[in-house]
């Protein structure tokens, strides 16, 4: 595959990036390119990253920078998305024939930001149980072998760290500032909402629910989250969500609260149970 091209750049959804290498000619150029993640579940469009350099073999200076400018830049875009943890993890833990046939619904933890977001995304290439095509996305489900037009349910899957950029200016548990919107946290944080808003408000199925990684409510190593009960359960009560499903506190938990189900299932591979933070519980729930 050529093309010609000047400067060392970053071809991305049709825009050119420039590297931090300038004064390349003009130069035939080979071209290496990879197919990385889906944009998000409405536009179903692909990404295309590509890397065009020319003007190689002086064993200069500028060449090896420019390598290292390469590397870096390519290593926050393709993560291991065939690395062998996930195989051990997760390929070779849920092996029964039923959980192997099943459709997996992921949404990123805060333990995920510590590692390249996008391995996430391209994961389903390597087992196509894996569903995640995006920071957030939603998804509808019909009653099998139904006539009627209406969904029977609307499952709408959050990016909670990312929601806690409202108190802690960074996504929950993202120390290596990989996330997407790195840079962007606010703005992000602020298109997410609206477009929670906008998919709840629209949706068009006999019940609506909600899936993050991050709890609202908890009585047990952690406490009830105030930021999300802020963000959130207004939005629910507006428009008739019948349940959160979340992790996040290492326990299992229903709580009801204002006609809500909030189910906590975080205990999957740790667990621990007190009663340490009940009084966060509203009353009567």
């Known amino acids: 595959f050529f093309a010609f091209l000047s400067l060392t750049s970053m071809i991305t959804r049709g825009k050119m990036v420039e590297l931090d290498q300038a004064q390349m000619r003009v130069v035939l150029l080979v071209v290496i390119f990879g197919w990385l993640c889906e944009g998000n579940s409405t536009s179903g469009d692909a990404a295309l990253h ?11 200076p500028l060449q090896h920078a420019v390598s290292q400018a390469m590397g870096q830049t390519a290593d926050k875009l393709k993560g291991p998305a065939d690395s ?30 510590g590692a390249n977001i996008l391995a996430m995304f391209e994961r389903k290439h390597y087992n196509p149980q894996w569903y995640q095509p995006f920071i957030y996305y ?67 199925a006999t019940w609506v629910m909600v899936l993050g990684h991050h709890h609202i409510w908890s009585s047990n190593r952690y406490a009830s989250s105030g930021i999300l009960r802020d963000l959130l359960t207004p939005l629910f009560h507006k428009h008739g969500v019948v349940a ?27 667990a621990t149970c007190t009663r340490r933070y009940a009084s966060t519980i509203p009353p009567g729930s």
């Open 50 to 60: 590509i890397f065009a350099l020319g003007d190689v073999g002086c064993d200069c």
């Open 84 to 113: 062998p943890r996930y195989k051990q993890t997760f390929d070779d833990v849920y092996t029964a024939p039923s959980l192997k046939s099943a459709r997996w619904v992921m949404a990123l933890g805060n333990h995920d930001y």
């Open 138 to 204: 939603d998804m509808f489900y019909s009653e099998p072998d139904s006539s009627t037009a209406t969904p029977m349910l609307h499952l709408i899957v959050l990016d909670t760290p990312l929601l806690h950029v409202k108190s802690l200016r960074i996504p929950h548990g993202d120390p290596a500032r990989r996330h997407p919107f790195h840079g962007r946290y606010m703005e992000g944080f602020e298109k997410q909402m609206h477009w929670l808003e906008e998919r709840l408000s629209s949706s068009p």
């Open 244 to 270: 959160y499903l979340s992790g996040h506190d290492h326990s299992l938990q229903h709580i009801s609260v204002n006609g809500v189900e909030y189910i906590v299932s975080g205990n999957g591979g740790v």
